[in-house]
């Protein structure tokens, strides 16, 4: 394997810097053309509800709280449920299937507590909104329904995002940065290592160990 002059390979990068730059702009460009054409922002809406105790009394006793964590996981379950995603598309009238729908709605449950966040993604910060709120509000009605119980309450209601959160461009222009400099800079590496030819008299000196007698200058025609 030839042994590479790192002088000699830092004043070539040196020589190409324009070239690099110019690859770096081309890179970004095209990356950001990339991202406004095909990635759509998407925003997210949330709101919380709070198991409680069924009678809405003062009192509350260890078997309330072991019940309400015990039901935590299936609360989250039937929020998802056709039983409250199909009402919430009727009553709002969305131009939604209930999977489709399903598939925009996520559930999880506050560690070490009896609160359930709902969060709603769509590509408008207004409908996300509208999404969550109906979807608490209808989950609430049917609970009473199919336990008989009124344990459940509304802690936060949803409101608009003010940014999307699937696009930042910063975090972007920086993943092209690094993707541009690294391919304009392999490319020069390449060209570089497998570039035999001599290029100064210098080079004749310290690769043969000629001694060199004389240069024939490139003469331009008129």
Same mark, same amino acid.
């Given at each position: 394997?030839?042994?590479?002059?790192?002088?000699?390979?830092?004043?070539?990068? *040196?020589?190409? @810097? =324009?070239?690099?730059?110019?690859?770096?702009?081309?890179? =970004?460009?095209?990356?950001?053309? #990339?991202?406004? /054409?095909?990635?759509?922002?998407? #925003?997210?809406?949330?709101?919380?509800?709070?198991?409680?105790?069924?009678? $809405?009394?003062?009192?509350?006793?260890?078997?309330? &709280?072991? /019940? $309400?964590?015990?039901?935590?996981?299936?609360?989250?379950?039937?929020? *998802?449920?056709?039983?409250? =995603?199909?009402?919430? =598309?009727?009553?709002?009238? @969305?131009?939604? !299937?209930?999977?489709? @729908?399903?598939?925009?709605?996520?559930?999880?449950?506050?560690?070490?507590?009896?609160?359930?966040?709902?969060?709603?993604?769509?590509?408008?910060?207004?409908?996300?909104?509208?999404?969550?709120? %109906?979807?608490?509000?209808?989950? !609430?009605? %049917?609970?009473? *329904?199919?336990?008989? @119980?009124?344990?459940?309450?509304?802690?936060?209601?949803?409101?608009?995002?003010?940014?999307?959160?699937?696009?930042?461009?910063? *975090?972007?222009? /920086?993943?092209?940065?690094?993707?541009? &400099?690294?391919?304009?800079?392999?490319?020069i590496f390449i060209k570089f290592y497998?570039?035999? !030819?001599?290029?100064?008299?210098?080079?004749?000196?310290?690769?043969?160990? &000629?001694?060199?007698?004389?240069?024939?200058?490139?003469?331009?025609?008129?």
């Amino acid at each position: 394997m030839e042994e590479i002059d790192l002088k000699e390979l830092l004043d070539y990068f *040196k020589s190409k @810097l =324009i070239w690099i730059i110019i690859s770096l702009i081309f890179v =970004i460009g095209v990356g950001n053309v #990339y991202t406004i /054409l095909t990635r759509v922002p998407m #925003y997210k809406s949330n709101t919380t509800i709070v198991l409680v105790s069924e009678n $809405n009394s003062e009192s509350y006793n260890t078997s309330d &709280l072991q /019940l $309400n964590k015990n039901l935590v996981g299936t609360y989250s379950e039937i929020i *998802k449920s056709r039983k409250v =995603i199909e009402p919430v =598309i009727e009553n709002l009238g @969305l131009n939604y !299937t209930y999977g489709k @729908l399903k598939g925009r709605v996520s559930v999880d449950s506050v560690t070490n507590t009896e609160i359930i966040r709902i969060t709603v993604s769509d590509d408008d910060p207004k409908t996300a909104t509208r999404i969550a709120n %109906e979807i608490a509000s209808v989950f !609430t009605t %049917e609970i009473q *329904k199919i336990y008989k @119980l009124n344990n459940v309450s509304i802690v936060d209601k949803a409101v608009d995002a003010v940014k999307p959160y699937n696009v930042n461009y910063i *975090k972007d222009i /920086l993943i092209y940065s690094a993707i541009g &400099l690294v391919l304009s800079c392999g490319i020069i590496f390449i060209k570089f290592y497998f570039d035999t !030819t001599i290029k100064t008299s210098e080079e004749i000196e310290n690769k043969l160990g &000629l001694t060199v007698l004389g240069i024939v200058p490139k003469v331009e025609k008129d």
